[in-house]
């Protein structure tokens, strides 16, 4: 992962969103598991305990959608949050607020308490280097879940219920 990469980011993120960039020591299971999974999506047998470890959720902090068209930056402080970024959508944002002085729906984010909303950020948490979470695997950090699918790519805060699916077709935040 390459966290220094985004320097904008934790700045941003300080007061509404807050991701730290520390290691949680779970590197070793992130590239086996990442390692595992790109084996069998390209047709190689996979072992038993493969099998098993691909059907747990893995634990990346950052990963894109297989389409490289949704990336997502996931955190535990502060009771987990998660925030994902969109390259190409065809749908509409809602009007950008007044307080927002840099780029408006460009992405969508959710915390510890509050449902998911619009992200109003000057960076991107697109990374074409990050790991790409395959269709029907979801990754969590902490109490935040995202899961990748065909249609799109939902997370969701597993305490509060709060989340948000995005694709490049629509959005939706709960």
């Not at 966290?3 to 993120?13: G, H, Q, V, W």
């Not at 729906?105 to 990374?127: H, N």
């Not at 269709?135 to 065909?150: F, N, Q, T």
Request: glycine share 12%; aromatic share 6%.
């Amino acid at each position: 992962m390459k966290e220094a990469s985004f320097p904008l980011l934790t700045t941003f993120l300080t007061g509404a969103l807050l991701i730290g960039c520390g290691s949680d020591g779970d590197s070793t299971t992130v590239v086996k598991t990442v390692t595992e999974q790109s084996s069998q999506s390209a047709g190689t047998t996979a072992t038993s305990s493969s099998v098993a470890a691909a059907a747990k959720p893995v634990h990346l902090k950052q990963f894109q959608s297989p389409s490289h068209n949704i990336g997502c930056y996931l955190s535990k402080q502060q009771g987990g949050s998660v925030r994902c970024d969109i390259r190409e959508h065809s749908w509409t944002a809602p009007p950008k607020p007044a307080y927002c002085d840099v780029d408006w729906g460009g992405g969508l984010q959710v915390g510890s308490k509050r449902r998911g909303s619009i992200v109003c950020a000057g960076d991107t948490v697109l990374d074409p280097g990050s790991p790409v979470l395959a269709y029907g695997k979801a990754s969590a950090v902490g109490k935040i879940v995202c899961r990748s699918s065909e249609a799109g790519v939902r997370c969701s805060n597993t305490q509060s219920g709060h989340g948000f699916f995005v694709s490049r077709e629509r959005y939706r935040l709960f």
